[in-house]
């Protein structure tokens, strides 16, 4: 793709080198046993509130400290963070007791478990994208756990059962039906095919989808809110969804989007 696109060359590389972040430290995170009251779990899941919350993440905050560090810099390398913020990004990671509470408030209140709604007005730009990428390899890891001990098969809101978060791929199955995949934690879950997870449209006149030419992939734009999401169709499909290799194999089709006037 880096030669029949050569404009797509560095957004390749920098998504190749965040995997490959990921990828490392998820290796060192052990898959944890979450001990949670299995009433409580049924409880918060019919509520139609996520499970996962922060004090049972199996943090290693040494590690933790690691990714934060790795992602911005190739965030900032790829000029996707500005130097003002990396620096500030970089000496929160460095703060023995700032960075804890930080990263616990803002995970509560992004998965919607904590009553605070909105974001301290002195974060800097960008905080919140290198918190995904560094929680992720712990969440993913906690989500894999946790999946265990909860059906999700029920759940159909618009958010990830586990941590609350928004889906950022999605996968057709062969029965045609659609998973959405958290952009946080990576955990799937069936979602309406035609409905928009963002803002909840549900009126198709106001989906506007189309294919890569092979079929494998395929684009859902919202005419309403004007944000798309991806999706790999495994109905011909050899494999199943690879997340990380089919969000990178599908950044022409970012480019389409936004192209069409989606974000
Ligand atoms: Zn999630
Ligand atoms: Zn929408």
């Not at 943090?59 to 934060?68: G, M, N, P, Q």
């Not at 003002?84 to 960075?99: F, K, S, T």
């Not at 009553?115 to 890891?141: K, M, Y």
């Not at 798309?228 to 969804?241: I, N």
Request: hydrophobic share 45%; proline share 6%; aromatic share 8%.
């Amino acid at each position: 793709m880096r030669v029949a696109q050569p404009e797509l060359a560095t957004a390749i590389d920098m998504q190749i080198a965040l995997v490959d972040v990921q990828r490392r430290v998820q290796s060192r995170v052990p898959l944890p046993w979450i001990q949670v009251d299995a009433e409580w779990l049924a409880r918060q899941h019919q509520a139609g509130r996520p499970v996962m919350r922060f004090r049972d993440l199996p943090i290693e905050w040494t590690d933790f400290r690691l990714a934060l560090r790795q992602n911005a810099d190739i965030l900032l390398r790829f000029e996707a963070l500005e130097r003002a913020d990396y620096d500030q990004i970089v000496a929160l990671g460095r703060e023995g007791n700032a960075l804890e509470p930080l990263v616990a408030q803002w995970y509560e209140r992004t998965a919607g478990l904590s009553d605070e709604t909105s974001a301290p007005p002195d974060a800097p730009a960008g905080l919140e994208q290198v918190l995904v990428l560094a929680l992720r390899p712990f969440l993913a890891r906690s989500t894999e756990s946790l999946g265990q001990q909860i059906d999700v098969s029920s759940w159909n809101r618009a958010v990830c059962p586990f941590c609350g978060w928004e889906p950022d791929f999605a996968v057709i199955t062969p029965s045609a039906d659609r998973r959405l995949i958290c952009g946080r934690c990576l955990a799937q879950w069936n979602f309406a095919p035609l409905d928009c997870p963002f803002c909840g449209n549900d009126d198709r006149a106001g989906i506007t989808s189309f294919a890569t030419r092979d079929g494998r992939y395929r684009v859902y734009g919202c005419d309403v809110c004007h944000r798309y999401l991806k999706a790999y169709d495994a109905r011909s499909a050899t494999r199943p969804v690879m997340v990380a290799v089919d969000s990178i194999a599908t950044l022409p089709l970012d480019a389409a989007a936004m192209r069409r006037g989606y974000k």
